[in-house]
């Protein structure tokens, strides 16, 4: 469509921001006629309850797990731990109608999602020298340029360094602690903004920030684009995290099936080939597949149902 920035495939930052930010703006336009009041109430216990950690156990407990295998496997990451935690927790709540109403699973899953995620990444950089995702590739230009090769050896040749990157990651949310608790107040005083002002607000800094990624007017063409069909997923009911973990994913797996069927010559029996490899494409097929076959089964037993009462 004459656009060069297409040919290195889309940006995650554009599409993210349209998603979920030019989305939430359209989506509160179209209610401009319904009354709303301001966020007025007292600020007080900000700090969780009894209740809170209770309820988030679960979501904080799954949200590890999940934020911790997604940061290993290559292209995922804090960001799309996020989203996959988020999806997760709406799908297996008895009231997902609750979530982005103030339901502190909506967070508590999220936000654990992400630091496992971000912690998760350092593994394979770590240990074998290979980076996740482009901060870890970042971080590893880094390293190479000081001369420390990240791989088996590194915690022999380089312990402190080793050690040092470990701690740093204590001291850092020690820090966000820190800084993070006083300042709640604060955070919470933009809800005080009138929407009127919020939302202009909202899109004047996505379409600065898409901008600003690489001083391009096509990643801000791209970012509207993405806001537009965000706005529709939500209209019609669809979550949009898992299109933001395709494009995230889509091109390792575009590669991977490349490079298997060149080995092969073609043949697709290489997938099956190996144990590991036939289990692991079976139990994504079955995953595939289950919800289809169970809607299928689902539509047939209501159609009998129908059918026999109407014969009663």
């Known amino acids: 469509m004459g656009m060069t920035k297409l040919i290195g495939g889309l940006d995650l930052v554009p599409v993210v921001m349209g998603l979920f930010g030019i989305s939430e703006v359209l989506l509160n336009i179209e209610k401009s006629t319904v009354s709303r009041e301001v966020f007025q109430t007292k600020i007080k216990q900000l700090l969780p309850t009894r209740k809170d950690w209770k309820i988030s156990a679960g979501p904080i407990a799954r949200g590890s797990i999940l934020g911790f295998f997604l940061g290993v496997i290559p292209g995922g990451g804090a960001l799309i731990a996020s989203f996959a935690s988020y999806a997760m927790e709406k799908r297996i709540a008895k009231d997902p109608h609750s979530f982005g109403r103030g339901d502190i699973r909506g ?34 230009g880094g390293f190479m340029i000081h001369g420390v090769i990240p791989g088996p050896r590194l915690m022999e040749d380089h312990p402190q360094l080793f050690w040092g990157v470990l701690g740093s990651m204590y001291v850092g949310n020690l820090m966000l602690l820190i800084l993070n608790l006083p300042l709640i107040g604060l955070w919470v005083k933009i809800l005080k903004v009138p929407y009127s002002l919020l939302f202009p607000l909202i899109f004047l800094f996505c379409l600065i920030g898409a901008y600003t990624l690489g001083n391009n007017t096509q990643d801000v063409y791209l970012m509207i684009l993405f806001g537009v069909v965000g ?9 949009p995290a898992p299109l933001v973990l395709a494009l ?10 490349r490079q298997s069927l060149i080995l092969s010559n073609g043949s697709f029996l290489i997938f099956f080939s190996r144990p590991i490899s036939a289990v692991l494409v079976s139990a994504a097929l079955f995953l595939l597949l289950s919800p289809v076959i169970l809607r299928w089964f689902g539509r047939r037993r209501i159609g009998l149902m129908v059918q026999g009462k109407e014969e009663l």
Do not use: D, R
């Open 107 to 140: 967070v508590a899953g999220p936000e654990t999602a992400n630091n496992a995620g971000a912690g998760g990444a350092f593994i394979p950089l770590l240990t074998i020298g290979i980076p996740c995702n482009v901060l870890m590739a970042v971080l590893l």
């Open 231 to 239: 706005y529709l997923m939500k209209k019609f009911q669809y979550e």
């Open 248 to 257: 995230v994913l889509g091109p390792t797996l575009e590669s991977g099936f």
